[in-house]
């Protein structure tokens, strides 16, 4: 591994950690999203050579602590035509000359690379620039430039996530928004408090403490379940293309993850990478949503690890471990459809049953029946009751249910043997 420190005009220095193939774009697109910047509007250089998008440390010969040099481009990439009007704005990835800020001369005269990342980035909140915006075209045209970003930093951009989320409504309204190009708010290391929310129907309580997922198309990301945590719960209510993932949710007062389809409108969320753990009721409760949840883990929650229901309610769980809840792991209820996949799907240590299906809910595990999906959980591993189905699904797309071997009795067959539990 390479130590490579890219320094800008100013002397400041940004090292990244890199092997000899990896390609020097890479690290380019990373140090231009913490300048909160466009790429395209910075020059790399390498002992005064413009560096290929396609380089590597390997082509370029760099050894390890070797500097990369980083300009703002200033100029535009060829002269407008004669008597044109020039009217781009100076925070356009060419970045000609701006409109004047002040009347007085030493204002105008600080450099535009000056202005954004040594007086915007640290200073200047979005919430704040949304304001300033309307006083001055120097700083609309700046608002425009961050609106082109699509991303919203906590804290650096905004204070809190409830802002962010705010901010995230009024940055969705751009038609540029979509599910290729989602409004992203990166959240940093650290504990992140969410103030409550009551949802306007009164149906969520403030007292739950959830903050309401506003608008489609949008990602939140961290930088990892154990070192960004949210503390509260999300509330999803027909959204759709909405993504969490990389951070650990923490809410002593609900739900960790509340995704719920309302007046015939499905939410389509995917969580990747995300713990959800010691929240008061359930991990994640899922009514009337497609939801897939990806190397997640639902733990240490006073209630179900995830407890799903209703016909329209579909869930995909890969390689996702649910253990050390107060309650049963996995629930599916009134004909919600769960499927699990991925050799590392392990439920355990359940104080209630490993995997229960209830009132047709279905629960098809696309592992073999070998595979040891349900153990060690205080209640039954495997439980059905009230024509709820568990099944492994074999490769050829039949269906092998599991016998008991104290009675001998299929899963379906035992359904009958108990049938008053109240989840």
């Given at each position: 591994?390479?130590?490579?420190?890219?320094?800008?005009?100013?002397?400041?220095?940004?090292?990244?950690?890199?092997?000899?193939t990896t390609k020097l774009s890479e690290i380019f697109n990373s140090y231009a999203q913490k300048l909160v910047a466009d790429v395209t509007s910075l020059a790399f250089t390498f002992d005064g050579v413009p560096i290929d998008?396609?380089?590597?440390?390997?082509?370029?010969?760099?050894?390890?602590?070797?500097?990369?040099?980083?300009?703002?481009?200033?100029?535009?990439?060829?002269?407008?035509?004669?008597?044109?009007?020039?009217?781009?704005?100076?925070f356009a990835a060419s970045l000609p000359c701006r409109t004047l800020l002040s009347s007085f001369r030493w204002v105008n005269n600080v450099p535009e690379l000056i202005w954004v990342y040594k007086i915007f980035n640290p200073?200047?909140?979005?919430?704040?620039?949304?304001?300033?915006?309307?006083?001055?075209?120097?700083?609309?045209?700046?608002?425009?430039?961050?609106?082109?970003?699509?991303?919203?930093?906590?804290?650096?951009?905004?204070?809190?996530?409830?802002?962010?989320?705010?901010l995230a409504f009024i940055f969705s309204l751009r038609k540029e928004c979509t599910k290729e190009n989602p409004v992203k708010i990166v959240v940093g290391e650290g504990e992140h408090v969410m103030v409550a929310e009551g949802?306007?129907?009164?149906?969520?309580?403030?007292?739950?403490?959830?903050?309401?997922?506003?608008?489609?198309?949008?990602?939140?990301?961290?930088?990892?379940?154990?070192?960004?945590?949210?503390?509260?719960?999300?509330?999803?209510?027909?959204?759709?293309?909405?993504?969490?993932?990389?951070?650990?949710?923490?809410?002593?007062?609900?739900?960790?993850?509340?995704?719920?389809?309302?007046?015939?409108?499905?939410?389509?969320?995917?969580?990747?990478?995300?713990?959800?753990?010691?929240?008061?009721?359930?991990?994640?409760?899922?009514?009337?949503?497609?939801?897939?949840?990806?190397?997640?883990?639902?733990?240490?929650?006073?209630?179900?690890?995830?407890?799903?229901?209703?016909?329209?309610?579909?869930?995909?769980?890969?390689?996702?471990?649910?253990?050390?809840?107060?309650?049963?792991?996995?629930?599916?209820?009134?004909?919600?459809?769960?499927?699990?996949?991925?050799?590392?799907?392990?439920?355990?240590?359940?104080?209630?049953?490993?995997?229960?299906?209830?009132?047709?809910?279905?629960?098809?595990?696309?592992?073999?029946?070998?595979?040891?999906?349900?153990?060690?959980?205080?209640?039954?591993?495997?439980?059905?009751?009230?024509?709820?189905?568990?099944?492994?699904?074999?490769?050829?797309?039949?269906?092998?249910?599991?016998?008991?071997?104290?009675?001998?009795?299929?899963?379906?067959?035992?359904?009958?043997?108990?049938?008053?539990?109240?989840?």
């Amino acid at each position: 591994m390479l130590n490579v420190r890219i320094k800008d005009s100013h002397g400041d220095q940004t090292c990244f950690q890199l092997d000899s193939t990896t390609k020097l774009s890479e690290i380019f697109n990373s140090y231009a999203q913490k300048l909160v910047a466009d790429v395209t509007s910075l020059a790399f250089t390498f002992d005064g050579v413009p560096i290929d998008d396609a380089a590597t440390p390997f082509s370029l010969e760099l050894e390890d602590q070797d500097q990369i040099d980083c300009r703002l481009i200033v100029e535009p990439s060829s002269p407008p035509a004669k008597r044109q009007k020039i009217t781009a704005a100076p925070f356009a990835a060419s970045l000609p000359c701006r409109t004047l800020l002040s009347s007085f001369r030493w204002v105008n005269n600080v450099p535009e690379l000056i202005w954004v990342y040594k007086i915007f980035n640290p200073f200047l909140d979005l919430k704040a620039l949304s304001t300033l915006r309307r006083c001055n075209t120097f700083f609309e045209e700046y608002w425009q430039h961050v609106l082109k970003l699509n991303i919203i930093r906590v804290p650096e951009g905004c204070p809190t996530m409830n802002h962010a989320m705010d901010l995230a409504f009024i940055f969705s309204l751009r038609k540029e928004c979509t599910k290729e190009n989602p409004v992203k708010i990166v959240v940093g290391e650290g504990e992140h408090v969410m103030v409550a929310e009551g949802s306007p129907d009164g149906f969520m309580r403030t007292f739950d403490n959830f903050m309401h997922v506003s608008c489609d198309n949008i990602t939140v990301v961290g930088k990892g379940k154990g070192k960004t945590t949210i503390l509260g719960g999300f509330y999803v209510d027909g959204k759709q293309n909405v993504n969490i993932e990389q951070l650990g949710v923490t809410n002593p007062d609900g739900h960790g993850l509340f995704c719920q389809g309302r007046d015939y409108s499905e939410n389509n969320v995917d969580v990747m990478e995300c713990s959800f753990k010691k929240c008061k009721y359930n991990g994640m409760y899922v009514e009337s949503a497609t939801v897939t949840a990806t190397q997640c883990e639902f733990m240490e929650n006073g209630s179900f690890g995830v407890m799903v229901q209703c016909a329209k309610t579909k869930i995909r769980l890969n390689d996702c471990t649910i253990h050390h809840n107060g309650n049963t792991g996995l629930v599916a209820y009134n004909r919600a459809v769960v499927d699990l996949h991925g050799t590392k799907t392990d439920i355990h240590s359940n104080e209630g049953n490993g995997i229960w299906a209830e009132d047709r809910g279905q629960v098809n595990i696309h592992l073999p029946s070998q595979h040891n999906t349900s153990h060690d959980n205080v209640g039954e591993d495997r439980r059905q009751t009230e024509g709820g189905s568990i099944a492994n699904i074999n490769a050829d797309g039949t269906f092998t249910h599991v016998v008991f071997e104290d009675d001998g009795l299929t899963d379906t067959d035992a359904e009958t043997t108990d049938d008053d539990g109240d989840y």
